[in-house]
């Protein structure tokens, strides 16, 4: 059974730092694209950042060259750097890993970390 274990939310001021962290179990995920999404309150969930295989990164408007994308794939993780925080940057981040090449295609979700930035 596949699982996903996110870590790495927390409460901090803006211009603060954190890194998340999402750990898969279950599945060989070498060749999957992970990626981070985000989900403020009243918005819709968004596209953060994403990584290929062969480490190619896709980055929101919103947070480049704030934020960094990165897997280790021998560990089945990818982790998310956000520097320079804003307090609009405040949502749940959610883990996502896209088998796009299986068939049927699976997608796996994490349960979700808490990000909040406030002064």
């Known amino acids: 059974q596949v699982q996903l274990v996110e870590s790495g939310g927390a409460y901090v001021q803006p211009g603060e730092s954190l890194r998340l962290s999402c750990a898969a179990f279950?599945?060989?995920?070498?060749?999957?694209?992970m990626g981070w999404y985000r989900q403020a309150p009243g918005h819709e969930r968004e596209l953060v950042a994403s990584?290929?295989?062969?480490?190619?990164?896709n980055y929101a408007d919103s947070v480049k060259g704030r934020f960094t994308i990165s897997r280790d794939n021998a560990k089945s993780t990818v982790y998310l750097q956000l520097n320079s925080l804003k307090v609009e940057d405040s949502a749940v981040y959610y883990c996502n890993i896209d088998q796009f090449y299986s068939r049927p295609r699976r997608i796996y979700w994490g349960q979700g970390t808490l990000v909040t930035v406030s002064s």
């Open positions: 279950g599945s060989d995920f070498s060749f999957a694209v």
């Open positions: 990584i290929t295989h062969d480490q190619s990164t």
